[in-house]
């Protein structure tokens, strides 16, 4: 069974409006969780590193004005982009790392539509 | 040049087929390699993890480690149309909980 889980599935907005995305550890902390976007076709990109109790560090030419990301809790990670537009609609991943065993694994994702 | 290179495929191959699927790197600080399976729509779901050079096992499929030539494989035996879908590989240096780096993916698809 799914191990990371991510709420919503998919998720239609306004353009201006922000929307939050939830990444949970079911049955494990996890200190570092990793946030990517991924177009059609296309491999992930990382947009940033969310440590537990500390800031996330961003990629280059990642906003983090307008991705925000919030790591409260050792099961907990949110998204929240900002004042959405139609570009960015995309599919948002996160992952989460397990200490035992060493192992990263994923979110199921979330379709972001902007309208 | 990318750090990892994928052939993105398509790959195509009848029902009951072996499957390879090959990734190169660059970076020898690479220590943790794994391969996940991407369904459309779908997050990566981990297949295989792999730790060092070496091989593993897990049903239909193996993974096969090669630091020396920083090659990496994944072989589906058997493979079912179910198989159909992009297969990642990802690989990642010995730091507490570092960032993966992809290849590209590979698309599978099994025909009947």
């Known amino acids: 069974g799914a191990v990371v889980s991510q709420h919503p599935s998919w998720v239609i907005c306004k353009s201006g409006t922000s929307v939050k995305i939830e990444c949970r550890s079911l049955d494990f902390q996890a200190t570092t969780m990793f946030w990517y976007r991924q177009f059609p076709k296309q491999s992930l990109m990382l947009m940033a590193t969310?440590?537990?109790?500390?800031?996330?560090?961003?990629e280059q030419g990642v906003e983090k004005d307008k991705f925000l990301i919030n790591h409260a809790s050792l099961t907990l990670s949110t998204l929240t982009v900002t004042s959405a537009h139609p570009e960015d609609s995309s599919f948002y991943i996160c992952s989460a790392f397990r200490t035992h065993g060493n192992t990263i694994y994923f979110g199921e994702g979330s379709w972001l539509t902007v309208v | 040049q990318k750090e990892v290179e994928q052939d993105p495929g398509p790959l195509s191959v009848p029902e009951g087929a072996i499957v390879s699927l090959n990734c190169t790197y660059s970076n020898s600080a690479f220590q943790y390699f794994m391969w996940y399976r991407q369904y459309s729509r779908k997050g990566p779901e981990l297949l295989m993890y792999?730790?060092?050079?070496g091989n593993k096992e897990d049903g239909r499929f193996t993974a096969q480690v090669d630091k020396s030539s920083k090659y990496i494989s994944l072989f589906i035996r058997d493979s079912q149309p179910s198989d159909s879908a992009t297969y990642l590989c990802?690989?990642?240096?010995?730091?507490?909980?570092?960032?993966?780096?992809f290849g590209t993916g590979t698309r599978l698809q099994v025909t009947l």
């Open positions: 990802a690989m990642r240096n010995t730091g507490t909980a570092s960032k993966l780096t």
């Open positions: 969310s440590n537990e109790g500390s800031k996330a560090t961003y």
């Open positions: 792999t730790y060092s050079s």
